[in-house]
């Protein structure tokens, strides 16, 4: 087996299992590491890394950073490294001409089983269409988005209740392994290139705060899909005498029975339920504005307002 010269090049959480399993695995030499720059994350105005910077600093691994792959500096710099491999996991889209650079390409890994959900946020989009199974995808760039050649795909089970926050963490790690081993078929020159039918692809957009309103005219089990599957980020949400009232987590009460009216709030066993159509969900932790969060019954034990979401 060859041993590569590579370029990783990440930002989120996501991608730092990756990072170490490849530098854990010590096959290939991870000459540099390219990251977002660093900047103001949640309270406080200290300025921090991403959490892939952060993870190669610890590593001991040079890093790039870069807001822009346009940015002709960085292309000199990374020519100047003379890579075999760029090994691309939740980043930004590389421009052809930086595709060009490493001899024998870049690939990427996908948190979906490609050619369905392509795009931004492909586990968002397959826990809130009550897919079944999901997975990851390992498939070589090319001039478009999520569309290149795959060398290999993971397949695990989505729970019934399961959230994309716990979808997310066992594609991380499942991801991390489906990852190595294709680097390493790269490197002994095993790996196969499948081509995508991009008959059977579908899209998984970047989700705004638009597509987080709960709509309860749908049915009971779309409503939950819809609930877990912008759980724990960016969150399901209603409105509730004029104020936003976000949904943590469902289950699915029922989903047949009929109603004459969507998005009344009842009381039933310890139970929150509201109609859908048909159907009921029962909801789970809720956060009211300007409220912490707590379990929806507690919640309406002490709410005075409207029993009807708007």
Same mark, same amino acid.
């Given at each position: 087996?060859?041993?590569?010269?590579?370029?990783?090049?990440?930002?989120?959480?996501?991608?730092?299992?990756?990072?170490?399993? !490849?530098?854990?695995?010590?096959?290939?030499?991870?000459?540099?590491?390219?990251?977002?720059?660093?900047?103001?994350?949640?309270?406080?105005?200290?300025?921090?890394?991403?959490?892939?910077?952060?993870?190669?600093?610890? !590593?001991?691994?040079? %890093?790039?950073?870069?807001?822009?792959?346009?940015?002709?500096?960085?292309?000199?710099?990374?020519?100047?490294?003379?890579?075999?491999?760029?090994?691309?996991?939740?980043?930004?889209?590389?421009?052809?001409?930086?595709?060009?650079?490493?001899?024998?390409?870049?690939?990427?890994?996908?948190?979906?089983?490609?050619?369905?959900?392509?795009?931004?946020?492909?586990?968002?989009?397959?826990?809130?269409?009550?897919?079944?199974?999901?997975?990851?995808?390992?498939?070589?760039?090319?001039?478009?988005?999520?569309?290149?050649?795959?060398? !290999?795909?993971?397949?695990?089970?989505?729970?019934?209740?399961?959230?994309?926050?716990?979808?997310?963490?066992?594609?991380?790690?499942?991801?991390?392994?489906?990852?190595?081993?294709?680097?390493?078929?790269?490197?002994?020159?095993?790996?196969?290139?499948?081509?995508?039918?991009?008959?059977?692809?579908?899209?998984?957009?970047?989700?705004?705060?638009?597509?987080?309103?709960?709509?309860?005219?749908?049915?009971?089990?779309?409503?939950?899909?819809?609930?877990?599957?912008?759980?724990?980020?960016?969150?399901? #949400?209603?409105?509730?005498?004029?104020?936003?009232?976000?949904?943590?987590?469902?289950?699915?009460?029922?989903?047949?029975?009929?109603?004459?009216?969507?998005? %009344?709030?009842?009381?039933?066993?310890?139970?929150?339920?509201?109609?859908?159509?048909?159907?009921? %969900?029962?909801?789970?932790?809720?956060? #009211?504005?300007?409220?912490?969060?707590?379990?929806? %019954?507690?919640?309406?034990?002490?709410?005075?307002?409207?029993?009807?979401?708007?």
């Amino acid at each position: 087996m060859k041993r590569l010269r590579i370029v990783f090049m990440g930002s989120p959480e996501f991608a730092v299992p990756s990072l170490e399993k !490849l530098a854990e695995d010590a096959k290939h030499e991870l000459v540099a590491v390219v990251s977002g720059t660093d900047k103001k994350r949640g309270r406080g105005s200290a300025l921090s890394p991403t959490p892939v910077k952060a993870k190669a600093l610890e !590593l001991g691994i040079a %890093v790039l950073e870069a807001d822009s792959m346009k940015d002709l500096s960085l292309h000199q710099k990374l020519k100047e490294l003379h890579p075999d491999l760029f090994v691309v996991v939740a980043f930004k889209i590389l421009p052809q001409d930086m595709l060009a650079i490493p001899k024998l390409g870049s690939v990427n890994l996908h948190a979906s089983l490609l050619p369905k959900y392509r795009g931004a946020a492909p586990i968002h989009h397959a826990v809130m269409r009550g897919e079944k199974q999901t997975g990851c995808t390992v498939f070589k760039l090319d001039a478009g988005v999520d569309t290149g050649g795959i060398i !290999l795909q993971h397949t695990i089970d989505i729970g019934p209740d399961e959230t994309t926050g716990s979808v997310y963490e066992r594609l991380m790690t499942a991801g991390s392994s489906a990852l190595s081993e294709a680097v390493n078929q790269i490197a002994d020159g095993s790996a196969t290139y499948t081509k995508q039918d991009d008959a059977g692809a579908t899209a998984a957009p970047k989700l705004f705060d638009e597509h987080c309103v709960v709509d309860f005219n749908q049915p009971a089990a779309d409503v939950h899909n819809h609930i877990r599957g912008l759980s724990p980020f960016p969150t399901a #949400y209603t409105l509730l005498d004029g104020k936003k009232l976000k949904l943590m987590s469902s289950k699915l009460a029922s989903e047949d029975q009929p109603h004459d009216e969507t998005g %009344v709030i009842t009381e039933e066993e310890d139970q929150i339920l509201v109609s859908c159509n048909p159907g009921t %969900v029962s909801l789970g932790d809720v956060r #009211y504005e300007g409220k912490k969060q707590m379990p929806a %019954v507690d919640f309406f034990r002490g709410y005075q307002g409207s029993r009807k979401f708007s």
